[in-house]
Nanobody
Framework: QVQLVESGGGLVQAGDSLRLSCAASGGTFSSYTMAWFRQAPGKEREFVAA????????PYTDSVKGRFTISRDNAKGTLFLQMSNLKPEDTAVYYC???????????????????WGQGTQVTVSS
């Protein structure tokens, strides 16, 4: 069982940058497909980006393409999300998620992920 702990959130101004981290423990980190999701108040949890374990592909939701970069350090068991040119609409709680190599379903569907962190708040002021 992998445990996930996010960090790096905060209050920033529009146009600023932040880097989120997700530290994993208790599992074989390199075997997991990893993803970031976010949830704004009153809205459903939304896919942000993923690193797909078997292909290495890194899909993003359209609204963050060109601004966010997902990466992972398998040696350190850590997932990152570098966020640049932040906008007020990026305000949300950001969650990292993991799913095993044989887990089915779309990488963008939160229901296909089996492990979640507790979330870190990102607030972008205008």
């Amino acid at each position: 069982q992998v445990q996930l702990v996010e960090s790096g959130g905060g209050l920033v101004q529009a146009g600023d940058s932040l880097r989120l981290s997700c530290a994993a423990s208790g599992g074989t980190f390199s075997s997991y497909t990893m993803a970031w999701f976010r949830q704004a108040p009153g809205k459903e949890r939304e896919f942000v980006a993923a690193i797909i374990r078997w292909s290495g592909a890194s899909p993003y939701t359209d609204s963050v393409k060109g601004r966010f970069t997902i990466s992972r350090d398998n040696a350190k068991g850590t997932l990152f999300l570098q966020m640049s040119n932040l906008k007020p609409e990026d305000t949300a709680v950001y969650y990292c998620a993991a799913r095993g190599p044989y887990q089915g379903g779309s990488y963008s569907d939160p229901a296909s992920y089996t492990h979640w962190g507790q979330g870190t708040q990102v607030t972008v002021s205008s």
